[in-house]
């Protein structure tokens, strides 16, 4: 009879827990990460303008509470365009009609010659009856004929005047004049040279009367109606 030997009891393998290395590679990746954040700071710190009034919140940089907000800039108006007197305006072509008696301005004889007179004529609106308003600086205004290309004016010559005439430009200041609003589409037409007005001389309203200058005064005969032609 065989004896069944007796076998020896293993020995038990010892266990070691885990948990131990888990929470310390757990502690390792948070100093990690804290310290990296912590660099991150201290670099943007660094960065950071020297502005004791600036704050920094998640990168950017914030005015404190309380200050002005920048104003954004406006742009200027634009220049508006020059007001005209009584409505004028210059891209027409007019008829000059007298208030007293209701005849229009009119170069005698449909002539384009310098020094040829102005009267006064019933209207059929002919180019020798049609004007043009060209603004000066200072507010003036040159009057040119449509039919000549001259320019009204009153003659420099003593000898010549009050009547008006036409003449080619010059420039000078007895070609130029001021534009006095009476009311929506009449003025008063005062040379700049002497200061005078154009008037149907004397106050008359007939046919040929010779267009004058005189003292302003205001008269109806010194006052014109602007009437668009064409």
Known sequence: M???????????????PRWPLLAGALALLLVALIGGYTGGLLV?????????????????????????????????????????????????????????????MD??????ANGAPVHLWDRHDQANQQWRFMPLEGGFYEIEGVGSGKLLEIPSDPAAQPGAAL?????????????????????RLVNRATGQALEGQGGAPDNGTSVAQAPDGGHAHQQWRLLPVG
């Not at 007796?6 to 393998?13: G, L, N, T």
């Open 167 to 187: 003449l080619t430009r010059t420039g000078s200041p007895n070609q130029h004049w001021s534009l006095v609003e009476v009311g929506p589409g009449v003025v």
């Open 44 to 104: 943007s710190g660094d960065d950071r303008p020297e502005d004791p009034e600036m704050t920094v919140a998640s990168g950017i940089l914030v005015p404190p509470s309380g200050a002005p907000e920048a104003e954004e800039p406006t742009e200027e108006p634009s220049e508006e365009e020059a007001a005209h007197p009584a409505g004028l305006d210059p891209a027409l072509v007019y008829a000059l009609q007298n208030v007293h008696g209701d005849r229009v």
């Open 107 to 112: 170069v005698a004889d449909n002539s384009t």
């Open 2 to 16: 065989s004896r069944r030997r007796a076998h020896a009891p293993h020995a038990h393998e010892r266990h070691v």
